[in-house]
């Protein structure tokens, strides 16, 4: 794995010629060795990702880390959660919850959700972007959280998950927004868990300790 977790808010990246890294435009803490850092426009996400990006906001300014050395990332105190993917399934999440990964992931932008209309609405209300994050390929990615996350294995079930807590999933996995927004809602009199991620299949849901937002 080309990262090494430092502690709960830190993660070393073991740069070299033939393992490039890409991350967050001001997520690099300190570094050693011969390392270069340069920006990066637009990288794995073609024309139709481009749009999706555009009306979602699902997009981050990325830097680049080439040559060899080691290089420290962290971003704003946030929990740090390292995941090595194997090539046979993506990992989906928010693009905000990208810290960095290896270069050789390819990203692009997917729809979130097939609740139509209904679901948009909702998904503006409580602040989940229905338009999502697609990593692929063998390598690791390091993600942000708040408080640290925790993984729900699911195999065939379902679950719900609070928006604001869901960080991503990796496996063959449907999720849909599901809203019951009732008289006691509207007026701020609810239970304040009137919006939902109803995530089945089998694979693994991350979910961070906390329901605040970025």
Known sequence: MSFETVNKKVVRAHVSPAAPVLARRGAMLGYS?????????GQGRGVGGMVGAAMSGESNA???TEGTGQVLYGYKGLHVTVLELDGNAPLVCEADRLLAHDANLQTS??????????SAISGAMTGQGLFTTNVHGRGAVALLSHGGTFPLQLHGQQVGVDPQAYVGH??????DLAAKVGFRDVVGRGSGEAFQLKISGHGTVYVQASEQKF
Do not use: D, E, N, Y
Not at 33 to 41: A, D, E, I, K, N
Not at 109 to 118: E, I, R, Y
Not at 170 to 175: A, C, D, I
């Open 109 to 118: 932008v997917q729809f979130l959700g097939s609740g139509g209309l209904k």
């Open 170 to 175: 990796v496996g063959q996995l449907s999720v």
């Open 62 to 64: 990325i830097m680049a």
């Open 33 to 41: 060795g011969q390392v270069t850092f340069r920006p990066v426009h």
